[in-house]
């Protein structure tokens, strides 16, 4: 049985009033995402670069605990923001409204969109540790960025069901993972911690963990697999 997020709140180091999620990048993630989270109790206001007014369908679809805004707007009333936008975006990002808050990096490296980054190219930083730099008084986790956006509303489980299926996490602040596990467990994850933002390389484009459906040993094992340049 799912718990509402009021019973994780304290322990997540995000107040007892935490009520909405903030999500900018209303692509397929971020859509998933907001249904999960909409599903679990949250309210959700939602942002793409286009403007509100090009998510209606989407809104009407999430019901009465949604709404569109601009990147600013859901930045500012997210209590915890998830940032799911195209790497070479990210310094579209608004960074004032989420200053002091807990964001989720679903961020992947895609030379092919990207364009090049050297640091990447030769292992010397990660794709989260480039969003922390934006976001220098946010505290940045990794989140969702080595599942398929289809699978994150339909590939979930209770709690305790055997072979549950398991998604990592990074952060260099021990609430903001903590967030994310209990987020996880909310709509359906156990959760495997890689360590700080530094760690994440390991369920980066490419490596063992990348899009695979594994439970938390096969997780652990793949983490341990892996190469930082593949």
Do not use: C
């Not at 997540?12 to 249904?35: E, K, N, S, W």
């Not at 509100?52 to 500012?76: N, S």
């Not at 299926?165 to 467990?185: C, G, I, M, P, Q």
């Amino acid at each position: 049985m799912r718990r509402h997020p009021r019973e994780y709140r304290d322990a997540a180091g995000v107040g007892p009033d935490m009520t909405t999620l903030g999500i900018i990048g209303a692509g397929h993630i971020g859509a998933q995402v907001a249904r999960v989270a909409v599903a679990s109790g949250y309210d959700v206001v939602i942002a793409n670069s286009r403007g509100p007014e090009t998510l209606g369908d989407l809104v009407a679809e999430l019901g009465p605990k949604a709404r569109a805004a601009t990147a600013a707007e859901a930045g500012a009333v997210g209590d915890v923001v998830v940032v799911t936008v195209p790497l070479h975006a990210i310094d579209q990002v608004p960074v004032e409204p989420l200053a002091g808050k807990i964001v989720l990096d679903t961020n992947n490296y895609y030379f092919e969109r990207d364009g090049r980054i050297d640091a990447l190219d030769k292992g010397e930083t990660t794709t989260s540790e480039l969003v922390q730099r934006h976001l220098p008084t946010s505290k940045v986790a990794k989140a969702f960025n080595h599942i398929y956006a289809s699978d994150i509303a339909t590939t979930g489980a209770p709690a305790g069901e055997p072979n549950r299926r398991a998604l990592a996490t990074a952060s260099d602040h021990d609430d903001a993972a903590a967030f994310v596990e209990r987020f996880y467990d909310e709509i359906g994850f156990d959760t495997v911690n890689v360590g700080p933002l530094s760690e994440s390389w390991r369920v980066e484009r490419d490596r063992p963990a990348y899009v695979v459906r594994q439970n938390a040993e096969e997780l652990t094992r793949n983490l341990a697999l892996a190469n930082r340049l593949p």
